[in-house]
């Protein structure tokens, strides 16, 4: 986009007539203490590459209890103990997942 030379004309007229910062070696660091601070990503790579390695974990476990459970022809106690840690956990991760995203709401 080419500038004008109205915009150049107004650009100049702006800069003149504009109060000045004062010359005063505390000024940046006043006016940076006012601005709101940056925000920073929910999660870190790291925290990424957790979660993307957690819930894929889980979908393995949760496909095999199934699986399991499907050819099976008997439920016992011990399916019904690995599918509530499964549910547990799955509840965890979901809670992990969301409290961070609800706390900055």
């Given amino acids: 986009m080419k500038r004008s030379e109205e915009d150049i004309k107004l650009a100049e007229k702006l800069k003149n007539s504009a109060p000045q910062a004062p010359e005063n070696e505390w000024f940046v ?3 940076m203490n ?3 601070q940056k925000r920073r990503p929910v999660y870190s790579r ?3 590459l957790t979660l993307v390695l957690s819930a894929i974990l889980l979908l393995v476990g949760w496909c095999m209890q ?3 459970m499907l050819t099976s022809p008997v439920i016992t106690s011990l399916d019904l103990l690995y599918s509530g840690v499964l549910f547990i956990s799955s509840l ?3 809670g992990y997942v969301a409290y961070p995203m609800l706390k900055r709401v």
């Fill in 46 to 48: 790291a925290e990424v």
């Fill in 34 to 36: 006012r601005l709101p």
């Fill in 92 to 94: 965890a991760f979901m």
């Fill in 29 to 31: 660091r006043k006016v």
């Fill in 66 to 68: 199934i699986s399991h």
